[in-house]
């Protein structure tokens, strides 16, 4: 009997180590003491009676002989590689959220394809993708065009405060799983999905960076900075300390090496507050004056292309365009802009993060082969009416491989 308590409990102390819960610290029985443990077997538990034996370390000062590139890089807004800012490569990244369907693709379809750098290739983008009313041909279709497909959760859940306190488990079905899910219905490989933006920019502590050490997912964009706009902040690894400002508290401070954080760093708007998204801004010039939003563009990417070149982040809603022709338009103005700068690249996130990984000064960059992808073939299917299990409802999707049983959700990413 007492063998089997203690196999249970070492069993359970096994969990915990993969999932990052702090469920056995103490227990009411005796029987369980690490004591008695020790003096029976020789599991490894033993010699932590106090800590919770998968506390994360926390993340300390950050040490720059230490952290080194490619694989650590300390919060900074230092230039990588040490380049003198004109000879680094000025990058825009456009990043677009929520679901992909009939009625946003047309908007994507008539600004972005077919866009080019000043180096004649392609120019990038980045889709965080949340599940409900996705339609995966669709995604496949983004994907195709050679933009880049990331992950904004399954259920983009509210309130915000459900991923405040988003455990490491929650995070692993919304995020983990997820990138499961668009790659078997979407028909794209897990590889190319390497980035998270968690709904509403709430952060989760240290749980998400957790998942994402675990299931190598390469970088977060959920973590908007107001206090270093200018300069900018560069990306940056949680191997130590963050000097970031935390502006959706909880933020993680473990050491957590390898997944990289791609600050979102904040515009500026007419009144000097912050914004982390272009369609978060309160004091905005007139939604209908193109002229004014193209300048307030302008101006806001001039605060990185005349500083430290830090990535400029222009992040948006599809909705906020379309019922704004004018802020459309001015968006467009401002791409066109860009794609006739020399030293300026409009580029998907992950190519950000291969730049700084390892930095070369813009001539060499230029130089440079087009990125590649590799196109997947998409048999599209309607698939539905499909029974919501989750609220009752009834759903329809697309899909590029076969159809679910039943929508799916978190709990049951493939709708088996
Ligand atoms: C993150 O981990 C550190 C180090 O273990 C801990 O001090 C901190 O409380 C954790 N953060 C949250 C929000 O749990
Ligand atoms: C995004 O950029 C990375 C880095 O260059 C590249 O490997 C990847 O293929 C790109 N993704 C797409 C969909 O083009
Ligand atoms: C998914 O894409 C690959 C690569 O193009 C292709 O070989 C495969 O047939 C596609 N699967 C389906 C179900 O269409
Ligand atoms: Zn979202």
């Known amino acids: 009997m007492r063998s089997v308590v203690l196999f249970s409990y070492l069993l359970l102390g096994l969990t915990i180590t993969v999932h990052g819960q702090s469920v056995i610290v103490s227990s009411p029985d005796p029987l369980f003491t690490p004591e008695s443990v020790t003096t029976t077997t020789q599991a490894p538990i033993q010699t932590t009676p ?113 991923w405040a306190t988003a455990s490491y488990d929650v995070i692993k079905e919304e995020i983990a799983d997820q990138r ?64 970031q400002d935390c502006m959706m508290p909880p933020c993680p401070t473990a050491s957590i090496p390898k997944p990289w954080i791609q600050p979102l760093v904040s515009w500026t708007d007419l009144n000097g507050f912050p914004c982390a998204m272009a369609d978060s801004c309160h004091f905005t010039p007139d939604l209908n004056d193109e002229n004014a939003w193209y300048q307030f563009i302008v101006s806001n990417f001039e605060r990185h292309y005349l500083g430290n070149r830090a990535p400029f982040g222009f992040h948006i809603h599809e909705w906020y365009l379309s019922s704004n022709p004018a802020v459309k338009a001015a968006f467009v103005r401002f791409m066109n802009l860009i794609s006739n700068l020399p030293d300026v690249f409009m580029v998907n996130s992950s190519e950000v993060l291969d730049w700084v990984k390892n930095p070369i000064p813009v001539d060499e ?42 929508y799916p959700w978190t709990g049951n990413h493939l709708g088996r």
């Not at 008539?110 to 004649?120: F, V």
């Not at 964009?221 to 270093?228: I, L, N």
């Not at 960059?365 to 989750?390: D, N």
């Open 365 to 406: 960059y230029k130089a440079k082969p087009c990125r590649e992808w590799s196109r997947t073939i998409c048999s599209s299917r309607p698939c539905g009416p499909l029974y919501g299990e989750h609220n009752w409802m009834i759903y329809y999707m697309s899909a590029c491989t076969v159809c679910p049983r039943v």
């Open 50 to 162: 106090e800590r919770d034996p998968n506390e994360l370390p926390l993340g300390e000062e950050c040490n720059e002989e230490l952290c080194k590139l490619p694989n650590c890089r300390c919060s900074s807004t230092d230039i990588p590689g040490g380049l003198l800012p004109r000879n680094t490569p000025q990058f825009v990244t456009i990043t677009f959220d929520d679901a992909v369907n009939v009625r946003n693709v047309m908007t994507y379809r008539s600004i972005l394809y077919g866009r080019k750098n000043s180096n004649s290739c392609p120019a990038g983008a980045t889709f965080y993708v949340s599940h409900e009313y996705t339609d995966y041909t669709l995604v496949n279709e983004l994907y195709n065009q050679g933009y880049e497909i990331a992950l904004n959760s399954i259920s983009h859940r509210t309130p915000p405060d459900y």
């Open 180 to 243: 499961i899910q668009i790659s078997h219905f979407a028909n794209i490989s897990i590889e190319s999905i390497k980035g998270v933006r968690l709904p509403f920019l709430q952060l989760a502590g240290n749980s998400s960076f957790q998942v994402m050490a675990d299931y190598d997912l390469d970088y977060d964009s959920s973590w908007p900075t107001s206090a270093f706009r200018e300069p900018g902040l560069w990306p940056y690894t949680l191997d130590y300390a963050s000097i």
